[in-house]
């Protein structure tokens, strides 16, 4: 009797989980695409001020019960499916109800157009679906939310036509993958969309890409969420005409218009901007490799305003083309993380507002500007090497408080100036907002133009600043119109004599002084009477003049300028610091009879606005000042 029963019962079992399985596929699954549970839990709980970065657990949740979902069949003329949910008028299949859809097949001209309430919620998942159409081939006229899930193992293409005319009410279609509503990607698989007339995947709404591997080429721009794009763990390569992937809601821009990166892999080409929003840009991590406008190479003409006295004098850029930045926003961008390979014929990043690099590893080759904030601009970590770029840091405040950074710029390396990329110093004045301050960090500057340079003040707490400055004589390795002042840390600033300027030790001894003139690639070190390296620095150009500034400089000793020597233990730059050195010459000796001690240089002061810090001692305008 109890064997009896134990079959019985396992019967019912089988039955029941057959029944569970089989499904209804004359109805839409009611499968996870009908829960709203995961949709309702927000597994980042990430903000940023009024900013929802959150991805929820739905947009990452990328499976379903095939059994129970609906599948929409395409073969080369025509759709397929047995479902009621599904309408099929030739080769177009129209979705009408919430639930799960599996798509698959090829069609030289099909459609999938989802109009359902405004309160479903439809997953669509890609199995080897190549589909081709006239016009958009996949539109989402009406829902709540759509999910895309690329099957696993699945290969799938989207292509629309050259030119066509659609519309929903007033909004013209105009993408491969078009959506009036929020559209969320997941997955494993793999997906191709050529978007041929303008753009490859739009929604006017919110678009999150959670995962898979996305190829998207665009005649226009990409990829584009109107009120946010937020992107994690896809695989994402970008060719666009236009833009690369954007958040363009100007509108709203306190809570929508954003752009936020978590993780990924971005490969973009894009003949305008990479990456834009309309309001925040926020990168969390990723690894990113980014050309616009044909790259660095294709940087706009600049004409540089060589020395000061060209202040009676025009001159002017090349007329801007269209923008091509690699990241753009008309608000803020933070960098948190990332690894990032950009080369752009237009600035790096450029912001209208402020910039925040926390971290992350940045390789930057410009045409313009490395990264500019209208605003301010401020450094707590990472690493930026610049290799090429007209100017390397921009911004009316620059902040470095940590990292590191590395800058190869034909103008300045370090601009306090802000506003639109245009100089509107006023030079016969300086401007107290602007400010270029360093608290912290390992910075090395190799400029053609002012290797610091600041329309207001410049000050250092701390750090390490190294300044290989200009050969030619109408530029400073330092450069201020406010002041400046040194009260920790340690800067060598090494460079041309005609414009070269000191700086203000408080409580720390600064020292400047022309020497004979030392070609490129000639190491440059202050000793002590001991002969211990206190600070070297290998400028790249041709220099006359060193601005040096440690805690180790003390009033009452005397200090070499040893040129042409080995510095044991110096970095690629030439640096070291309590170190030794053989052989060389000693080109100037200095007696420290106050805290601020200036021999040469620019006797006229900072940018015509301000005074050279500290006492001159019989220095002239250029010229060599020998051994004294």
Same mark, same amino acid.
């Given at each position: ?262 993780? !990924? =892999? @971005?490969? /973009? ?7 834009? *929003?309309? %309001?925040? $840009?926020? &990168?969390? +991590? #990723? ?72 971290? !992350? =590893? @940045?390789? /930057? ?7 500019? *904030?209208? %605003?301010? $601009?401020? &450094?707590? +970590? #990472? ?72 329309? !207001?003040? @410049? ?170």
């Amino acid at each position: 009797m109890k064997r009896l029963f134990c079959a019985i019962l396992g019967a019912l079992l089988i039955a029941s989980f057959t029944a569970c399985s089989a499904g209804n596929q004359n109805s839409a699954s009611t499968s996870a695409a009908q829960s709203d549970s995961a949709e309702n839990t927000d597994t980042s709980n990430v903000t940023d001020g009024n900013y929802d970065l959150s991805f929820t657990d739905r947009d990452s949740d990328s499976s379903y019960d095939e059994g129970s979902a609906v599948k929409v069949s395409f073969t080369s003329n025509s759709a397929e499916s047995e479902s009621s949910s599904v309408e099929i008028s030739g080769a177009q299949a129209t979705i009408k109800e919430e639930g799960t859809y599996i798509l698959s097949g090829a069609c030289s001209d099909g459609k999938v157009v989802v109009d359902a309430d405004s309160s479903a919620k439809i997953q669509l998942v890609l199995s080897n679906l190549n589909l081709t159409s006239s016009g958009s081939p996949l539109v989402i006229k009406n829902a709540d939310k759509v999910f895309i899930t690329l099957a696993n193992g699945s290969e799938n293409t989207i292509s629309d036509g050259k030119t066509y005319t659609e519309t929903i009410g007033d909004t013209n279609v105009d993408a491969a993958i078009f959506s009036k509503d929020d559209l969320s990607i997941n997955g494993s698989g793999k997906l191709t969309v050529n978007g041929n007339y303008k753009h490859g995947i739009v929604s006017k709404d919110d678009l999150v890409i959670a995962s898979g591997t996305i190829s998207v080429t665009a005649a226009s721009t990409a990829i584009d969420g109107k009120d946010s794009l937020k992107v994690k763990e896809a695989e994402l390569t970008v060719s666009a005409g236009s833009d690369g992937i954007r958040s363009t809601n100007v509108d709203e821009t306190d809570t929508r218009g954003f752009v936020y990166i978590a993780s !990924g =892999t @971005l490969n /973009i080409t894009a003949a305008n901007d990479a990456v834009q *929003a309309a %309001s925040l $840009l926020r &990168v969390d +991590g #990723g690894s990113f490799t980014i050309t616009t406008g044909g790259g660095s190479s294709s940087g706009k003409t600049h004409t540089e305003k060589n020395f000061k006295m060209d202040m009676f004098s025009s001159s002017s850029d090349s007329s801007d083309s269209e923008s091509a930045k690699a990241f753009k926003s008309a608000s803020n961008v933070k960098i948190n993380g990332g690894t990032f390979k950009l080369n752009s014929s237009d600035d790096a990043i450029h912001t209208s507002n402020s910039a925040e690099i926390n971290g !992350g =590893t @940045l390789e /930057i080759a410009t045409g313009d500007d490395g990264i500019h *904030a209208d %605003s301010a $601009l401020t &450094v707590n +970590g #990472g690493e930026i090497n610049i290799t090429q770029s007209y100017e390397g840091l921009e911004a009316g405040e620059i902040t470095v408080n940590d990292g590191t950074i590395s800058i190869q710029a034909s103008n300045d390396g370090f601009n306090a100036a802000g506003g639109d990329n245009t100089d509107s110093r006023d030079n016969f004045s300086g401007d107290a907002s602007k400010k270029l301050t360093f608290n912290g960090g390992y910075i090395y500057v190799n400029a053609d133009g002012d290797g610091l340079d600041s329309n !207001g003040s @410049l000050e250092v707490t701390g750090g390490t600043i190294l300044v290989s400055g200009p050969a030619n004589g109408g530029n400073g390795a330092l450069d201020y119109d406010n002041g400046a002042t040194i009260t920790g840390g340690v800067l060598l600033a090494i460079g041309s004599t005609g414009m070269a300027e000191s700086i203000t030790g408080n409580g720390q001894c600064t020292m400047q002084t022309d020497i004979t003139s030392q070609n490129g690639g000639t190491t440059c070190a202050v000793t002590d009477s001991s002969g211990k390296v206190i600070a070297s620095l290998t400028p790249e150009k041709q220099y006359s003049n060193v601005v040096v500034s440690t805690p180790a400089l003390k009033t009452g000793e005397t200090y070499s300028i040893v040129c042409g020597c080995t510095v044991e233990g110096a970095d690629s730059h030439g640096y070291a610091s309590d170190s030794t050195a053989s052989g060389g010459s000693t080109v100037t000796e200095v007696s420290l009879d106050s805290e601020n001690y200036s021999n040469g240089g620019n006797t006229m002061g900072g940018g015509m606005g301000g005074q050279p810090g500290g006492q001159m001692d019989g220095g002239q305008m250029g010229g060599p000042m020998g051994r004294r």
